[in-house]
């Protein structure tokens, strides 16, 4: 209050008066907010922070987009300049805006890292290969030793070396920020690291790899083999050429380690991190999960917290067709998170992108010119990998054999052998244009009439159980493949209930 009237004497006179005097009226009144298009400007006015950019790829140029484009809405928003003074880039010539304002680009990291106006340090380096995560790492390293904050979207970088970076930040007393490694058009980070910082997080279950979910939804939903599905995504651009980061649950398991950092503050290694993809899923599958179990497919990295031990695991999930994960199509990402104190909340929007992810970039820029500083880490918690070994759960098991008698009675005596109870034996009338595609896929030389796909649902067991069981049926010679096992989990907490949608698991 005090504050507000100091304002207004020096602005006497002006027309900086009336809303003043308006704002004075409302807090004396209690009323805590301001009239829409009224600004109370602080002494942040016309600072100029100065910005360095490491990188101009997709996201460094939707970054560049918003700071030269939107420059002077944002100043008469916040208060305060954000200016781009350098951009590091090895190809500055093919560059969108490096035609309009060459003078800000160079071939020199060095340039961003050590320019001494430069107080924010933004890295958005693509990666070609994983090794390149030890350079950048340096980069974001020297540059906060440098005397900058840092904001990062490399989620590679900050799991492959988030302890010495997390480090350097705090020895150096800067800000690190790094929304966008994350689900990248979703403020998770922020909604998790501040949002919740007096709650507990006791579990969170992700969609966080578009690609993977893309190809999901277009064999559930399209009828689409897994290999079509792939090639679209590429043809569309949501998978790479080289998709084995995303389609091996790589690129989901280092968002996972992102996201033990900052609810636990633990820094596992990737390895740590039990890690299964979605490349030996087919549209069978999905037949049998939507047609005989009311469900759908997901790959989820998910988080557990049992007092102060954590376990993270990435792999497809089986779950009821009307939770709202279940419902997350296309290219969509979504967080869903349980609580102590707020219970269960979902987060859903895109996960990258040029415009979404460069957006998170630049609202961490300002959080960090705007002086809103992060929280310090969680001590305390244990990463335990063996964690969940003595749960039960249901399991989905799906085999292809080739035909024969005694076949079942087999798989049964195996899981009989380990403690494993069957619920229940299903069998969709498959065609021949289905076998005609396991007798390719497979390299079966007999008759198409020979090739069984069939499933199996056991009752709630420990894993190991189905593991044991497994590893004895993968020795069998009537499988064409090994086994397909999927995690199913009937009762994941859920922001909605739904009704008809069957009763599922």
Request: charged letters at 25%; hydrophobic letters at 40%.
């Amino acid at each position: 209050m005090d504050f507000i009237r100091h304002i207004g004497k020096k602005c006497k006179g002006s027309k900086t008066i009336s809303r003043i005097d308006i704002a004075i009226h409302r807090l004396q009144r209690g009323c805590l907010f301001f009239p829409i298009g009224y600004t109370i400007r602080s002494t942040m006015a016309n600072r100029v922070i100065k910005i360095g950019l490491l990188g101009s790829g997709t996201v460094g140029k939707g970054v560049q987009d918003i700071l030269f484009q939107d420059a002077q809405e944002l100043e008469k928003r916040l208060g305060l300049r954000l200016e781009i003074e350098k951009i590091y880039t090895r190809s500055p010539q093919k560059k969108y805006w490096f035609s309009r304002l060459p003078h800000k680009f160079t071939t020199d990291p060095n340039e961003v890292i050590r320019n001494p106006v430069i107080s924010i340090v933004i890295e958005v380096l693509g990666l070609e290969r994983r090794e390149e995560t030890r350079d950048i790492a340096n980069y974001i390293v020297d540059a906060l030793k440098s005397g900058k904050s840092v904001v990062t979207a490399n989620k590679a970088v900050l799991a492959s070396y988030g302890e010495e970076i997390h480090r350097a930040a705090v020895e150096a007393s800067r800000d690190l920020r790094f929304e966008a490694a994350v689900a990248g058009g979703i403020p998770i980070i922020r909604s998790l690291g501040e949002g919740l910082l007096p709650d507990h997080v006791n579990q969170l279950y992700g969609i966080l790899n578009g690609t993977c979910n893309y190809i999901l939804s277009s064999i559930s939903d399209h009828g689409k083999t897994f290999e079509s599905a792939l090639k679209e995504a590429q043809r569309l651009g949501y998978a790479e050429t080289d998709p084995t980061a995303d389609i091996k649950g790589h690129d989901t398991r280092d968002k996972l380690v992102v996201l033990l950092q900052l609810l636990y503050g633990l820094f596992v290694k990737e390895e740590e991190v039990a890690t299964e993809g979605i490349d030996h899923l087919e549209k069978v599958d999905f037949d049998y999960a939507r047609q005989k179990l009311h469900s759908n497919i997901k790959l989820l990295g998910y988080v557990r917290r049992r007092d102060k031990e954590v376990v993270a695991r990435v792999s497809p999930i089986m779950m009821k067709g009307g939770h709202i994960l279940a419902r997350v199509d296309g290219a969509l990402n979504a967080i869903l998170v349980d609580s102590q104190y707020c219970e269960t909340m979902c987060f859903v929007g895109k996960g990258a992108g040029e415009k979404p992810t460069a957006n998170s970039v630049v609202s961490d820029v300002i959080s960090i010119a705007m002086g809103h500083h992060t929280q310090q880490r969680p001590i305390g918690f244990q990463f335990n990998e063996l964690l969940e070994e003595k749960d039960e759960n249901k399991y989905y098991i799906r085999f292809v054999v080739k035909d024969r008698p005694g076949i079942v009675s087999e798989i049964l005596g195996y899981l009989r052998d380990n403690e494993v109870n069957v619920d229940e034996v299903l069998q969709l009338k498959h065609s021949q244009e289905e076998k005609a595609y396991f007798q390719k896929k497979f390299g079966f030389k007999g008759a198409v009439g020979e090739i069984l796909p069939f499933i199996l649902t056991v009752e709630p067991c420990r894993e190991v159980s189905v593991r044991k069981a497994i590893e004895g049926i993968r020795r069998q010679d009537f499988l064409l493949t090994g086994p397909v096992v999927i995690k199913m989990l009937p009762n994941l907490p859920d922001v909605v209930t739904h009704q008809n949608v069957g009763t599922g698991l």
